[in-house]
Structures are given as C-alpha cells and as structure tokens.
C-alpha cells in the first residue's frame, strides 16, 4: 500500500489530526488480436484505467484522469472526464504511462500514478486472443489531516452502484477486491520474502563458519602468519 497524499489546502477547513483513506485500482488490460494482417502496429488493443475495487462509480470524487502515453502517439495525453475513467488504443510495444487523478475538491487535489502497459504474459505462454493480459495494482491513497470537503467527497455515497466497462474490453468483468484476501495475499508474500531472507541468512552463517575454520587451520599450518 503506498501513501498518497497530494492535498494543498488553500482557506478550507481542516481535520486536524484525522486520516481517510480511499481505496483505488489502476492498471491495463491487453487483448493480442491474433496474427498481424495490416502491419506490425496493430498487435494489440488495450484499456488503461482508473476504477473503484469493487468498480462502484468514482464521479462523485474525481474531477477528470489524465492518462500520459507514449510520445508516438498522436493523442498522447488524453483527459477523460466522466467514468468508465479509461483510454483505448492500439498498438504493438510496452511502455510507462503516467496517470494523473485530480479529485474535485477545491484544492484539485491530484495522485500521480505511474503504470507499465503490460502486453505480453510470460515468455513461455501462448498468446491467445480469448484471454486478456491484465496488469492492475490496488492502491490505499491515505490523506493526512483532510479538508472537510475532502471528507464529505470520500464518504459519499457513489451515484451509481457499478460501472460498465468500455466495450473494448469485449465484455470481460474486472474482479473486485476484498479487503481479507488482499491482507491475506501480502501475508503469504511476507511470509515468502521472509523465508528466502532466512536461507540467505543460513547460507551467510555457513559461509562465516566455513572461513573461521580454514584461519584455525592456517593459524595451526602457520602460526606466525596472523
């Protein structure tokens, strides 16, 4: 989870000593179109997004997205002001895309967000144009010391329950997140990182011991070389 917090306030009142959070989704998803037929350029097409976690409308909060894309591109930096907040394009290359949030507070607080299109699944799988490759991060933007209007746009109700999804994206559904699961899935990638953190350490302390033992034997071989 990382900690986001871009508010300036400018003569709005202020929590002091409060926090809120609010929980977000961003990333990409790539369809491959099968063999090219007009031209290398057209190996794929692909959504990069901005949603909600359980894809609840996001248009009470933010004033407009703008995604940034590669200077190739004609359009490259494209500002979508209402939901689904996301952009389509065709093309065949990986690249960074800045995406930029502005919430409609009055001090246009604005999250940077940075996301690598992703086309490709590992090397080994066959690409298949029935499944998307789909790249998206949860994110827990946490604001310290909010603005009360800030407050009143994150607790409000969204005025739609759910958003369809562009109809690029070939009626495929995002997945929602549950706070548990997530919790859970960094739990076991700690408990992960912790494991190798130990055999890396058990192979140190053999290391150590391996180099104690051979100055033992060099001292007794040469003890007048210290």
């Given amino acids: 989870w990382f900690e986001r917090n871009r508010l300036r ?35 794929h097409r692909w959504t990069t997004y901005v949603r909600d976690p359980n894809n609840e409308d996001l248009s009470h909060l933010i004033k407009k ?31 960074d895309i800045r995406i930029r949030v502005q919430l409609l507070d009055v001090n246009g607080t604005t999250i940077d967000l940075h996301h ?25 933007l946490i604001f310290q010391n909010p603005s009360e209007q800030l407050v009143e746009l994150i607790s409000r109700s969204p005025p739609q329950k759910s958003i369809v999804p562009h109809p690029s994206i070939n009626g495929f559904a995002y997945p929602t997140f549950n706070e548990e699961s997530e919790l859970e899935r960094y739990f076991q990638i700690n408990q992960k ?34």
Avoid at 15 to 43: D, F, H
Avoid at 119 to 139: G, M, N, R
Avoid at 195 to 208: A, N, P, Q, S, Y
Wanted: charged residues 30%; glycine residues 6%; aromatic residues 12%.
């Fill in 9 to 43: 306030p400018r003569h709005v009142k202020k929590m002091s000593g409060n926090t809120i959070t609010k929980s977000i989704v961003y990333g990409s998803c790539a369809w491959w179109l099968g063999r090219p037929q007009t031209g290398k350029e057209k190996t």
């Fill in 65 to 95: 997205v703008t995604f940034d894309l590669h200077p190739s591109f004609e359009n490259q930096s494209q500002v979508i002001t209402k939901p689904p907040f996301e952009v389509t394009e065709f093309g065949w290359g990986e690249f």
């Fill in 116 to 140: 690598k299109l992703k086309l490709f699944e590992d090397p080994a799988t066959e690409e298949t144009t029935s499944k998307p490759v789909i790249s998206e991060f949860y994110d827990e």
């Fill in 193 to 226: 990182v912790l494991g190798l953190i130990k055999k890396e350490r058990e192979k140190l302390e053999k290391i150590e011991s391996q180099i104690k033992e051979l100055k033992s034997e060099v001292n007794t071989i040469y003890p007048w070389v210290n």
